[in-house]
């Protein structure tokens, strides 16, 4: 039900209730993708809608064809009155109004209407808001778009690689907190309870989990059969420095440089979307502290002072378009 706030606090969880996810920080490194693993199959019902899967599977979601994805909204009359909605957004129409999908249809790009969908039906994962000490549903979600939006502009300005798709992989780039939430709440508070100005949340799950939500997140993403750009930028939004210079994975990636360019590319523009948004008060958790990227980001993306100015500019004002997002 929307609006509906259910609260939770953990605050000084005894260790005992935190049952078996909680390991110790002294967890091997090497057992990290088995307990990830063993999580996916804690997470339930937390998956992608059929509808979604099936524009993934069939090729809409890249631009391939629209049928999954006009069967789909014929099946779900929330998804369109949402999608709708957005659609409407001054992200997407500065015109009059759609006055319906149909007409959005025949103006928006439709491998971009797919991929609005997909996230218009992961939101539904966000409703009701819940609270878990100072972790929010409704403030990860603002934090997830916002970042979206934000890597979405950098990629466009920058030039560096697909702002569409880009678009989705900042706005599911911290989904692994929220598949955390589901699987053990109670952990979860452990970790918001420590998390603050010196302790990003990455780093208080690794001390006292023996995994993160970048982690979890990758497994998430691609569990839904979402892209490879989505899964690495879930992976490495708070290490880009490990995509960009190919020391990620097991080594034997390839040219984790980045193949083709775009991997790094997405990578670092959420990366630096990722650091803004949470530094202009739409952080994960408010507004919250994290170091600057490297100068390899700026470097890969080609960003000077001059352009660092005229992106900032432009991410204000697409923040607030950003709210009606919902
Ligand atoms: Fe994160
Ligand atoms: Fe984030």
């Excluded at 990227?293 to 002072?305: C, E, K, N, T, Y």
Aim: glycine letters at 10%; a negative charge; proline letters at 5%.
């Amino acid at each position: 039900m929307y609006g509906k706030i259910e609260s939770i606090r953990f605050r000084a969880t005894p260790m005992f209730f935190l049952g078996p996810i909680m390991t110790t920080p002294t967890a091997s490194i090497a057992s990290v993708p088995l307990r990830i693993e063993s999580l996916l199959q804690q997470l339930g019902d937390f998956g992608l809608a059929a509808g979604a899967r099936e524009v993934i599977r069939c090729g809409d979601f890249d631009g391939k064809g629209n049928r999954a994805l006009a069967d789909w909204l014929s099946d779900d009359r929330e998804l369109c009155q949402r999608l709708l909605r957005w659609c409407n957004t001054p992200l997407y129409n500065l015109a009059r109004p759609f006055r319906s999908l149909e007409e959005a249809c025949g103006v928006m790009d439709g491998c971009e209407l797919a991929r609005l969908a997909v996230l218009a039906s992961v939101r539904g994962h966000f409703l009701p808001d819940r609270q878990v000490d100072q972790y929010h549903r409704e403030t990860l979600w603002s934090h997830s778009i916002a970042v979206g939006a934000a890597a979405a502009i950098i990629s466009r300005t920058t030039g560096c690689g697909d702002p569409s798709l880009i678009f989705v992989a900042g706005s599911l780039h911290d989904i692994g907190l929220r598949a955390s939430e589901q699987i053990n709440p109670q952990a979860l508070g452990a970790v918001m309870s420590l998390v603050d100005e010196l302790s990003p949340i990455h780093e208080v799950e690794r001390e006292l989990l023996g995994w993160d939500h970048a982690c979890l997140g990758e497994a998430v993403v691609r569990h839904w059969g979402l892209p490879e750009p989505v899964a690495l930028v879930a992976r490495y939004h708070h290490e880009p420095e490990q995509v960009l210079s190919g020391t990620w994975g097991d080594g034997a990636s390839g040219d984790g440089a980045s193949g083709d360019g775009t991997w790094g590319d997405a990578v670092a523009c959420v990366a630096l979307a990722n650091y803004r948004c949470s530094r202009a008060g739409w952080g994960t958790v408010g507004r919250q502290y994290l170091p600057t990227p490297s100068q390899p980001v700026f470097a890969h993306l080609g960003i000077d002072q001059g352009l660092l100015r005229v992106l900032w500019q432009q991410l204000y004002v697409a923040l607030e378009s950003v709210k009606l997002l919902r």
